[in-house]
């Protein structure tokens, strides 16, 4: 029989609010010194009060309306009972009955080499809710003064976080990674977290059950199958593995007919498995009452604000940088995908849209020519930007924000190209120079010899030295082996160290053999 995994994410976000979900203590990273930000409340000293962080409320229904949930009219948290060390109240305030957000959606694209290859998968959002973080225990390795020992940094206690509950909708580890960084996209354009997985501000369990389906993938039946959960991955590969090797464990349980039993698992990255930690809790085990300290939250206010102020997404910048701009897909995604691009190529093509008003052949060849030079700026801009500059930044380990090229030079490098003042070969060179130095293109092109200024004479006698030099391979030219002309062109640009147009040399080439 063929199964098929069935998967459900819940995600937690660290929202970046400035202080704590209850407290005014600051919401610090984990490069503070331990327990430097703390307070009665946070550390859960008897009779210390909480009060709801106006901040986080806001954050997390702006999440919600961009995963497309519907905002409740009221929202109210709740107590989930348990027991640990880095738990202070032994109670987390979470919300249980009415949280911020429920029954959104998330719809991403995926690409072809990924398997099932559905070209879309549309996940359901079951609910985002907003709770306080745990303390964290750093198990002393070699204990203190002879003991085993735990220590415990209360400094990222009763920090907030959101969190984000998927359908069982995911068919593959790959559509749980695109999902994730796309909700890590969002994340970031709506501005309530950086959601870096690396650095713990997006944390991902992952549920997973195998599902009998017919020759068809129809499923044999409308429930189910028990599943696993495995808790706390903290990378978008360790998630992409996990998945994996659940699925091979439980399909291998399923073939010898001892099918897999409820439970939660931890991942153990260097061995590449999941590993059983407990049988799975269900909500009954965490006793679940109204948290009595925090009144119930109307939220009708905060959604009629926030529902003209959300941002564009993702999606819809990729969208747009497409057809406004006249960007490739990949493109697109790349901007979109790494901080501080799109900004930077807005301000370029805004440039640029200078460039091509004020040029003289928009007058003369109209509507159509002007698209077309588009498309070639798109081009330039796209090539030059997300493989030339992107690799000279990665160099350095550096981002875009601190790139030593301002927008206004990269356009007028782009124009350099366009008009031909540059080819691409020394362009190179011109986009190294301007990297190293900040300086202004046409500046460096001048200084440094680079641009394309060939008396016609000059090229003429360059060409007719290298046929002559080459007379064999010029027969063959004559006689119709015309790929031989792009050699010819390369060696004819060489012998010009750049400074010719390649265009002009093939025509020259082409005048001269008379072909
Ligand atoms: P909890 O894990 O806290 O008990 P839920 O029962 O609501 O909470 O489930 C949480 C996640 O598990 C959701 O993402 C949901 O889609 C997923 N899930 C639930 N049942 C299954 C199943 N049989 N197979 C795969 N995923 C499941
Ligand atoms: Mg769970
Ligand atoms: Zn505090």
């Keep these: 029989m063929k199964m098929i995994p069935i998967i459900g994410l819940e995600i937690h976000v660290q929202l970046n609010t400035k202080s704590k979900m209850?407290?005014?203590?600051?919401?610090?990273?984990?490069?503070?010194?331990?327990?430097?930000?703390?307070?009665?409340?946070?550390?859960?000293?008897?009779?210390?009060?909480?009060?709801?962080?106006?901040e986080a409320l806001k954050k997390g229904v702006l999440a919600g309306m961009a995963l497309g949930c519907n905002i409740p009219n009221t929202s109210a948290f709740d107590r989930k009972n348990y027991f640990y060390p880095d738990l202070p109240k032994g109670y987390q305030i979470s919300q249980f009955g009415l949280p911020v957000a429920l029954g959104g959606s998330l719809t991403i694209e995926i690409p072809e080499d990924a398997l099932p290859n559905r070209e879309f998968a549309r996940i359901g959002i079951t609910r985002a809710h907003l709770e306080e973080d745990a303390a964290k225990n750093f198990h002393a390795p070699e204990g203190i003064e002879g003991k085993p020992a735990t220590l415990v940094d209360y400094n990222r206690s009763s920090t907030p976080l959101l969190e984000i509950v998927t359908e069982p909708d995911f068919r593959s580890p790959a559509e749980a990674k695109y999902f994730l960084q796309e909700l890590r996209a969002i994340m970031r354009a709506i501005k309530v977290s950086n959601a870096d997985m690396e650095k713990g501000q997006m944390r991902c369990d992952v549920n997973i059950s195998m599902l009998e389906v017919d020759d068809e993938g129809f499923p044999t039946k409308s429930t189910l199958n028990p599943r696993t959960e495995v808790k706390n991955l903290n990378s978008f590969r360790a998630v992409e593995r996990a998945i994996a090797y659940e699925t091979q464990r439980q399909s291998a349980l399923y073939a010898s007919m001892t099918p897999p039993v409820e439970a939660t698992r931890g991942w153990d990255d260097s061995q590449g498995k999941t590993i059983e930690q407990r049988t799975k809790e269900s909500s009954a085990d965490y006793r679940y009452f109204p948290e009595p300290d925090l009144p119930p939250q109307d939220l009708r206010e905060i959604r009629e604000e926030l529902k003209n102020r959300l941002p564009e997404l993702p999606a819809q910048t990729r969208l747009r940088l497409e057809q406004e701009y006249g960007f490739s897909k990949a493109n697109a995604s790349f901007f979109v995908a790494n901080e501080g691009y799109v900004e930077y190529v807005e301000q370029i093509m805004s440039e640029l849209a200078g460039w091509i008003e004020a040029s003289d052949d928009k007058i003369e060849s109209g509507a159509e020519a002007l698209a077309n030079k588009k498309e070639t700026f798109a081009k330039l801009v796209g090539g030059w930007l997300t493989s030339k500059l992107a690799g000279l930044l990665a160099e350095k380990n550096l981002t875009i924000k601190d790139a030593n090229i301002n927008p206004e030079n990269f356009a007028e490098?782009?124009?350099?190209?366009?008009?031909?003042?540059?080819?691409?070969?020394?362009?190179?060179?011109?986009?190294?120079?301007?990297?190293?130095?900040?300086?202004?293109?046409?500046?460096?092109?001048?200084?440094?010899?680079?641009?394309?200024?060939?008396?016609?004479?000059?090229?003429?006698?360059?060409?007719?030295?290298?046929?002559?030099?080459?007379?064999?391979?010029?027969?063959?030219?004559?006689?119709?082996?015309?790929?031989?002309?792009?050699?010819f062109v390369g060696i004819v640009m060489r012998d010009t160290e750049g400074k010719a147009d390649p265009m002009k040399v093939e025509t020259e080439i082409r005048k001269q053999l008379d072909v």
């Excluded at 407290?23 to 984990?30: I, K, L, M, R, T």
């Excluded at 930000?37 to 000293?45: D, E, F, W």
């Excluded at 900040?438 to 641009?451: R, V």
């Excluded at 060409?463 to 064999?472: C, Q, S």
Aim: hydrophobic share 35%; with cysteine; net charge negative.
């Design 413 to 487: 490098f782009i124009h350099l190209l366009e008009q031909k003042a540059v080819n691409s070969m020394n362009g190179q060179r011109l986009l190294q120079l301007m990297h190293e130095s900040g300086g202004d293109p046409s500046n460096l092109m001048e200084t440094h010899n680079l641009g394309q200024n060939m008396d016609d004479g000059d090229l003429e006698m360059i060409v007719k030295r290298n046929l002559e030099a080459n007379p064999e391979k010029a027969t063959e030219v004559k006689n119709g082996k015309m790929p031989l002309i792009k050699w």
């Design 22 to 54: 209850f407290c005014s203590c600051a919401n610090v990273d984990d490069g503070a010194p331990p327990n430097t930000a703390i307070c009665p409340i946070c550390t859960g000293q008897p009779g210390a009060l909480p009060a709801l962080n106006a």
